[in-house]
């Protein structure tokens, strides 16, 4: 299946790239704002891969952990040189160092970041190194400079990242080194180049959005060690970011002016790396005992952060009131704080005090409308106490802001197939299946529902003029 994959993107982003090259009516070359690809040309591509991304990887459902990157992403792209601030993130369900941008703001984060990256500023620094990927626009100049070489090439290297991110690491890998085998030798020291400019331009936008700047060092050498003893593993984000010595004096030496400065822990990034550490356990009980460990020796954020984790894991285990017990006092400290809100939400629901639950999050809601997060689990909640038309209500609501979230339509089809709203199931499904890339079965799903709305002329409507956007959406892709 994975194998299927990769030829469907190649060939489908082949034959797009190239034909995308030979139209007479892109821009003039010249600078990095121009070349082979357009600004909404890149948008396109990237979108495409961007739907076989969610078609074929193992990406991670979490409401909490996707809005806190999306605003790190967000925080860091407005203080960054992106002109295109449209960003679509996914997050990879892979515990292996890697993060990647693809054209027209895609950026992927595996959980693995997460888990080597110490603090908010080291992860940032790789998120500004591929934000300064897609501002420069090193795919359209690489492009540009190589013309239809460095397509394939290209072509390749979005194929690779595909597989690896669905775990054929070996596949990938060898997509890779298939594509780097299409450049010429000037066009892999022009690749070299690219990245010591996403260095720079990342280390400033560390510095805009008030970061620590020798992150990025750190960062690197912390994937250089993580090679050295990882025998064949080689982190993924080395496979297309090889790090060298030179690279990382290189990212000291950009820095090495700037005053001396203490950055203290960020606690809404250690509760995120505390959640994927808990999530990515082998062993829970292992991990109750080195949480209860750093609550008696850390300070005041490392104490949080894993009281957090132990009320994780206790609920995960069933231990309700023990968890109870952490989750108040970490409630108490911080008023307001969502992670906790969610964390008694997820234990109520867990133990099966639907009406409980349902009551925690309605009040963080009246504090907080429309909160992501807090709209999804309130809708799950009320699934489960089977109030399924009601959760369908707060569902649609949030795609009215998160049209492009594959999982508000697939968990919105749920609540609609709960409630027995046919007509609702087939169009939510319809626009899951236009995010995940497939599209004639989005329109045979749109195409189930036409009868059934037939004595309603404006639903009948509104099917059918969608039915013809998704017709030229494939046609886009055809031509």
């Known amino acids: 299946m994975r194998l299927k994959i990769l030829l469907i993107i190649l060939l489908t982003l082949s034959s797009w790239s190239l034909s995308a090259a030979n139209d007479r009516n892109l821009p003039s070359l010249g600078d990095y704002t121009s070349g082979i690809f357009s600004l909404d040309q890149e948008r396109a591509l990237g979108q495409h891969f961007l739907r076989q991304l969610r078609a074929g990887a193992p990406l991670v459902y979490d409401p909490l952990l996707q809005e806190y990157l999306e605003l790190l992403i967000y925080q860091l792209a407005s203080n960054s040189q992106l002109q295109d601030r449209r960003i679509d993130l996914v997050i990879i369900d892979n515990k292996t160092i890697n993060a990647f941008a693809a054209p027209g703001g895609i950026v992927g984060v595996n959980l693995g970041l997460f888990l080597y990256g110490e603090d908010v500023s080291e992860v940032s620094a790789i998120l500004g190194h591929e934000i300064a990927h897609v501002s420069q626009r090193h795919f359209a100049r690489r492009s540009e400079a190589g013309k239809k070489a460095s397509l394939a090439s290209t072509v390749g290297l979005l194929a690779g990242i595909l597989l690896m991110a669905t775990n054929s690491g070996d596949a990938g890998l060898a997509a890779l080194t298939a594509s780097q085998s299409i450049a010429q030798s000037e066009m892999l020291r022009y690749s070299r180049s690219r990245e010591a400019e996403a260095d720079r331009v990342g280390i400033d936008t560390l510095i805009e959005s008030g970061m620590d700047p020798r992150a990025m060092a750190r960062m690197f050498e912390r994937l250089n060690r993580a090679n050295r003893y990882s025998g064949r593993d080689i982190p993924e ?186 007509i609702g199931v087939h169009q939510a499904r319809a626009e899951y299946f236009v995010l995940t890339g497939n599209f004639n079965q989005a329109l045979k799903q749109l195409g189930f529902a036409i009868p059934l709305a037939r004595d309603n002329f404006q639903e009948n409507a509104r099917i059918t003029e969608r039915m013809k956007e998704i017709s030229e959406l494939i046609s886009s892709y055809d031509r």
Do not use: C
């Open 237 to 422: 984000f080395m496979l297309t970011h090889p790090v060298t010595k030179s690279r990382i004096a290189d990212s000291y030496a950009q820095t090495e002016r700037l005053p001396a400065k203490i950055f203290p822990k960020d606690l809404d990034y250690q509760l995120m790396r505390t959640r994927i550490q808990t999530m990515t356990t082998n062993s829970d009980s292992d991990s109750l005992i080195r949480r209860r460990s750093a609550i008696a020796n850390g300070d005041a954020v490392t104490q949080a952060a894993n009281l957090y984790g132990l009320a994780l894991i206790q609920t995960k285990t069933g231990q309700f009131d023990n968890a109870m017990q952490n989750i108040d006092q970490l409630r108490r400290a911080y008023p307001g704080k969502i992670a906790f809100v969610l964390a008694e939400a997820e234990l109520h629901t867990k133990a099966e005090r639907y009406d409980v639950a349902i009551d925690t999050l309605e009040v963080a809601l009246n504090i907080s409308p429309n909160n992501y997060p807090l709209s999804m689990a309130y809708a799950e909640v009320l699934m489960k106490n089977r109030q399924a038309a009601e959760a369908a209500e707060v569902l649609r609501e949030v795609t009215k802001n998160r049209s492009n979230d594959q999982d508000v339509w697939y968990l919105l089809s749920e609540a609609y197939g709960l409630d027995r709203d046919i």
